[in-house]
């Protein structure tokens, strides 16, 4: 069994700064790319940024200069510093980990809970 946990939403004022923190564990061999996703009320989920294992990132173009990922590969982890939030940031957040588990010979997607960002005054 392969567990993806999310962690660190809230509510921020405009303008404000959150860190959300994401762990996979359980049954895993390798872990190829990691990576965030958002779902706001009516709309598609869509990509806010991804990162590989050997460190190279992707962000979707309204988060460039504000949203970091990065990873941590010892701890299965993998972060994204969320800073100068708007009000259309607001979404529940997603963690993908496209791994292969263990008995696998090919990846999967997996994805946590979700756990949700508002930004608002």
């Known amino acids: 069994q392969v567990h993806v946990v999310e962690s660190g939403g809230g509510l921020v004022q405009p303008g404000g700064s959150l860190r959300l923190s994401c762990a996979a564990s359980?049954?895993?061999?390798?872990?190829?790319?990691m990576g965030w996703y958002r779902e706001a009320p009516g709309k598609q989920r869509e990509l806010v940024a991804t990162i590989t294992n050997g460190g190279s990132t992707n962000y979707e173009d309204s988060v460039k200069g504000r949203f970091t990922i990065s990873r941590d590969n010892a701890k299965n982890t993998v972060y994204l510093q969320m800073n100068s939030l708007k009000p259309e940031d607001t979404a529940a957040y997603y963690c993908?980990?496209?791994?292969?588990?263990?008995?696998?010979?090919?990846?999967?997607?997996?994805w946590g809970q979700g756990t949700q960002v508002t930004v608002s005054s």
């Open positions: 359980g049954s895993i061999f390798s872990i190829w790319t």
């Open positions: 993908n980990a496209y791994l292969v588990a263990l008995g696998d010979t090919v990846p999967y997607d997996y």
